[in-house]
């Protein structure tokens, strides 16, 4: 069985493993990303983790297929990565010639929440099928798009920015420059935006328990408190629930209306709330895409758990 080495990039820690292509992971293992020392010193603790997994596997080198590596911000095909602005010296370093000159192994890197979109494909709710598409809805919202059973990177390694797709003209403002970003609605921080706006302008029949609570404590409001009160029926959170999956909603109609997918993939911590976004997710998709379209295209819960990142790095050097 051929193995591959998967390297995952996080802001605090770096996770690799030892992948054979069925998916058995071996040697899972962890360093600190020392992020704060620059992005030459990240680089050295990537080196090292590769010989620490290596030396693990008690196999050479030579015997793996290559090592794949899911890292914020985007690669561009020469391994040079660009963005990741929460990895302080990281943007600008070559990622490939070090790994390669090193210890000879084939490098391919893409970001971080593309990867995932591999492993999914692969391993979790995208089995069986050959064209997904990935929602990662955390802090923001990542994406990746696998198309023929490839994960698709685009001309530049930029593709799956499917967080900054605009559903709403002239609407909130967003980090990246522009304005109406599904990000700024449907990630767990434009919930909780939604949720500190709606509470604010409520009234009359609409101080609800849900109001009372944002409002006494708005710096603890979190997208997992908004859906205790929605699971509780709390009216004003409702509101909230339902503005933040139209939004999202609008975005997966225009993925399915461009690539037109088997599944659409909704996955990161957002989507713990469980199917009550789902379920009103696909039933506000229809207003945004063509029906013959949407009738070809399941829309499912992600399956893959903490590994996924990992996993799909080392899906990707089977590739």
């Known amino acids: ?13 770096v996770k690799g493993v030892v992948m054979s292509e069925d998916g058995i992971c071996e040697h899972i293992t962890r360093v600190p990303t020392e992020a704060q020392k620059g992005g030459q010193q990240v680089l050295a603790n990537i080196l090292s983790l590769i010989a620490e997994l290596i030396q693990k596997s008690s196999l050479q080198a030579s015997d793996f297929v290559g090592a794949g590596l899911g890292t914020p911000g985007f690669v561009d095909n020469d391994g040079t990565v660009s963005g990741a602005e929460n990895l302080p010296g990281w943007k600008g370093t070559n990622i490939y010639t070090p790994i390669k000159e090193r210890f000879g192994l084939k490098v391919t890197a ?3 929440v593309t ?7 692969r391993y979790g709710a995208g089995r069986g099928v050959n064209n997904i598409v990935c929602f990662a809805l955390g802090t923001g919202i990542g994406g990746g ?30 980090n990246c420059g522009l304005k109406g970003c599904v990000e700024r609605y449907a990630s767990a921080t434009g919930i909780v935006n939604l949720a500190l706006e ?6 009359g029949n609409n101080l609800t328990p849900f109001v009372e609570i944002v409002r006494g404590s708005p710096s603890k409001v979190t997208s ?12 004003v959170a409702l509101k909230v629930h339902h503005k933040a999956c139209d939004m999202l909603a609008r975005a997966v109609g225009i993925i399915l ?3 037109s997918p088997d ?5 990161g911590g957002v989507m713990m709330a469980g199917n009550v976004i789902l379920d009103t997710v696909k039933e506000c998709i229809p207003r945004y895409c063509w029906p013959n379209i949407y009738e070809h295209c399941e829309i499912v819960l992600a399956q893959m758990g903490e590994d996924a990142g990992v996993m799909g790095a080392a899906a990707m050097a089977f590739e």
């Open 1 to 13: 069985m051929r193995k591959a080495i998967g390297i995952d990039l996080g802001g605090t820690t």
């Open 110 to 112: 893409a970001n971080d």
């Open 115 to 121: 990867a995932v979109a591999m492993a999914e494909q």
């Open 145 to 174: 798009i696998v198309i023929d059973g490839k994960l698709y990177k685009g001309t530049h390694g930029m593709a799956g920015e499917i967080g900054h797709i605009v559903v709403e003209t002239d609407g909130i403002q967003c």
């Open 198 to 203: 709606y509470t604010k302008s409520a009234s």
């Open 224 to 235: 997992k408190m908004v859906y205790e009160y929605v699971a509780a029926g709390d009216a």
């Open 257 to 259: 209306n461009t690539l």
């Open 263 to 267: 599944r659409v993939v909704l996955g």
